[in-house]
């Protein structure tokens, strides 16, 4: 197929090679991503400041739609690069239908409570009565309407794991045009067209996810059968939820934020939220290598080349640090001129610049404080990404501003220098650790090389064919090295796969672990027939299945031929 064949570019020697032809299309789409989030707030900016603060207030309410969107579209691209390492391309496309099928499901959801909580939510952020009923109005729309941002992040994802960047490219590109076109026309009206205002860029937003949704759609793949729908959908969510839970934390520390300011005034409110517009701009060669890293590292990882994962980490993060200049130079030097682009108004300038130059600082440790976790949740390695997100957002960030708060409006944003340099220092520090990890897998391969014959045990697991896959992926990211065999056989006669693994005998119980830990038991029920004098009575049978049944025996002998 061909997305299998683009993934063959993952192959190519060079790194900045691969970078720079896969990044760019990524990084000119988020361009366009952001100028659009830029001209929305300058269009309701000019309609009115009230507006401008409803869209502060319900920026985080957005970032929650970005969460479940993208995070489960991470989880696809993830599973879906590694399916196509290992040649599985009917299981890639069966990961890409269960995406389709979540992506409609949380939006479901999501509308829903959005609509029931929304207004809530707006009365802890905002104050004058006119931002609250803007706040509202805006919000329920993009939520109600964000069907098109569910299915856009999937399938973009989709093509992005098999290498094609510009396809989605090409579609957020669409989908913001439509948005900065349709913005004016419906918030101002023309002709026969009414002014519909803070609505009318409500509307706007969801014509733009439309139109990229629509662009990606052919990315849709038919859903596998419920029950392997439910399998592969924890797969998926294993590999995406550092994400999710990444991007609500930011969420959550954007509300946390808000409410602090919100002590102050209206206008501090207003500040951040334009902050949040201003620095996506900013921040898009990032972003646009974050997305590429991470179908690039989970292929290299699969095919075991850990030298090459920290050289891609390395590369990236250095070409993001030397764009991040650009914006703190910016920042430094201009930031009443990026201010006055969104709004006149005395107060917010007041308040707004001093807190640009500091905030400002915080752009070049935000480099390994954001590259870091994205790396951790490329190689399978959730834990450390979830800490590192925690770290930045949870410990650091609320805290040390509500603190700094106390002294005063101007020192709370010293928080963010502050969060992004302690939780770069622990990324690195995780980073060096995982990087000893692979040095002692390379230690070991060279060491048994030289002897040529070392001490081995063989293990022998037959386990249910539904675990097979988990098992063999855990065993693969834990360097043991199997044949894979389908059987039959036991009390219910049903399929089953026999996994035959030589190792050393110090790693016989870490792979037992793994084992155990892959094979879940359940109960199901069974059809039984039963044969009556008059007829037969088909009957279910509750029974135990799944786990596992290992055997470990000596090697006498083994050799590498």
Not at 6 to 14: G, H, L, P, T
Not at 118 to 130: G, H, W
Not at 353 to 374: E, Y
Not at 491 to 514: C, H, Q
Request: hydrophobic fraction near 50%.
């Amino acid at each position: 197929m061909r997305d299998s064949c683009s993934a063959m570019i993952f192959d190519e020697d060079n790194i900045w090679k691969i970078l720079f032809r896969i990044a760019p299309p990524v990084m000119l789409a988020q361009l366009i991503q952001a100028m659009y989030n830029i001209v929305d707030s300058y269009f309701v900016g000019k309609y009115s400041g009230d507006g401008l603060t409803a869209l502060s207030v319900i920026f985080p309410v957005q970032l929650i739609v970005t969460a479940l969107a993208v995070g489960t579209g991470v989880g696809v691209n993830t599973l879906m690069s590694r399916d196509y390492a290992r040649g599985r391309v009917q299981r890639a496309n069966r990961t890409a239908g269960t995406g389709a099928a979540l992506a409609v499901i949380s939006w479901a959801i999501f509308a829903v409570l959005s609509s029931l909580f929304m207004r809530p939510y707006v009365a802890t952020s905002a104050e004058s009565p006119q931002a609250v009923e803007y706040a509202v109005t805006y919000g329920r729309i993009v939520c109600v309407g964000s069907l098109g941002v569910f299915l856009e992040s999937i399938w973009s994802k989709v093509h992005q794991a098999g290498g094609n960047m510009r396809l989605p490219m090409l579609a957020q590109i669409s989908g913001a045009l439509t948005n900065i076109l349709l913005d004016p026309i419906l918030i101002f009206g023309l002709g026969p067209i009414p002014a519909l205002g803070v609505a009318g860029a409500g509307y706007a937003t969801v014509a733009g996810q439309v139109v990229a949704a629509l662009i990606t759609s052919s990315a849709l793949r038919r859903p596998p059968k419920l029950r392997a729908l439910s399998r592969y959908a924890r797969q998926i969510y294993k590999l995406g939820y550092p994400s999710i839970f990444m991007q609500m934390l930011y969420t959550v520390y954007i509300v946390a934020l808000n409410v602090i300011l919100a002590g102050f005034c209206d206008e501090a409110v207003t500040v951040l939220g334009l902050y949040y517009k201003v620095q996506s701009f900013f921040f898009i060669p990032m972003a646009g290598l974050q997305t590429c890293i991470v179908p690039l590292l989970s292929y290299t990882n699969a095919k075991g080349n850990y030298r090459r994962c920290q050289a891609v980490l390395v590369d990236a993060t250095l070409l993001a640090m030397s764009f991040m200049l650009i914006g703190v130079a910016c920042f430094e030097l201009i930031p009443d001129r990026l201010l006055s682009i969104f709004s006149q108004d005395v107060r917010v300038l007041e308040i707004g610049v001093p807190a640009f130059r500091i905030i400002g600082l915080s752009f070049l440790p935000a480099v390994p404080s954001l590259m870091t976790p994205v790396f951790f949740q490329a190689i399978g390695k959730a834990i450390p990404s979830v800490i590192l997100a925690l770290t930045r957002q949870i410990f650091c960030l609320i805290p040390i501003f509500w603190g700094l708060s106390q002294f005063g409006l101007g020192y709370s944003w010293g928080a963010f220098p502050i969060a992004e340099t302690v939780t770069g220092s622990v990324g690195l520090l995780l980073y060096l650790r995982q990087r000893r990890e692979w040095q002692l897998y390379g230690a070991r391969d060279s060491k048994q090389k030289q002897k040529g014959r070392i001490s081995m045990k063989m293990i022998t697991a037959i386990i249910s064919k539904k675990d097979s896959d988990e098992v063999c992926r855990a065993l693969s990211e834990g360097r043991y090295y199997f044949t894979k065999m389908a059987s039959s056989g036991g009390f219910l006669s049903w399929g089953n796969t026999t996994l035959i693994i030589g190792t050393e005998a110090d790693r016989v119980k870490p792979a037992i672990e793994i084992i155990r830990s892959n094979c879940s038991k359940r109960v199901e029920n069974i059809p039984s027939t039963m044969q009556l004098p008059a007829h037969s009575v088909t009957a279910n049978t509750e029974v135990v299945v799944g786990g596992a049944t290992i055997f470990v025996t000596e090697v006498e002998e083994f050799e590498k031929i």
